[in-house]
Structures are given as C-alpha cells and as structure tokens.
C-alpha cells in the first residue's frame, strides 16, 4: 500500500524558517522524481521545487530560489522542503508528489502559515 505522509508545518513568524518532511512507503522510492507542490487559499496548485530521482537535479519556482532547498535521502525514503526567510505570501498547504512515467503518488498536505 503506498503512503505518502507531509510533516513539519506550522505557525511562523516573517523570516523564520521550517523544514518539511514527506515520509514514503509502497513504491521503490529511489526512481520516482520528488516535487512540492502548495496551494493557498482561492489559488491554484503550483510547483514549488523538484528533485530528480537520483538527486543530482534541482529545480524551484522562482520566487523561493534562495530561500528553498529540496533534498532526498534514498534510504530513509523521504524527501525534505527546508524554507527559510518565509514571507507572507508563503502561507499555503503543501503537498509532497512522488511522480514516474503515468504513476504519480500525493500526500495529504501540511498546512505553512508565516504571519506574525
């Protein structure tokens, strides 16, 4: 059965940082491209960040480039979303999906609020 299980978020302040966890099981991890992805209230889904399977190849929306760091650790399975100088406009849930060829997995989501 396969999980896909977003931790870490929360409440904080403008400038502070969090680091997300995205927890999987059920599928062979290590050749799935990993993404975040969030959406806030009233806007669509977006692409925040992307790591290839062997973890060689970032790419990140724009707007976090410098702030965001994507990371993978095959052996634990699990992909990670550090996020610092959160602002504002940050607020949203965010979602873990684990993608390959026409299989892609999703999580739940976990909720980011920055204000203070």
């Known amino acids: 059965q396969v999980q896909v299980v977003e931790s870490g978020g929360g409440l904080v302040q403008p400038g502070g940082s969090l680091r997300l966890s995205c927890a999987t099981s059920g599928f062979t991890f290590s050749t799935y491209t990993l993404s975040w992805y969030r959406q806030a209230p009233g806007k669509e889904r977006e692409l925040v960040a992307t790591i290839s399977s062997a973890g060689g190849s970032t790419d990140y929306k724009d707007s976090v480039k410098g702030r965001f760091t994507i990371s993978r650790d095959n052996t634990k399975n699990t992909v990670y979303l550090q996020m610092n100088s959160l602002k504002p406009e940050d607020t949203a849930i965010y979602y873990c999906?684990?993608?390959?060829?026409?299989?892609?997995?999703w999580g739940q989501g976990t909720q980011v609020t920055v204000s203070s």
């Open positions: 999906n684990a993608r390959v060829a026409r299989y892609q997995y």
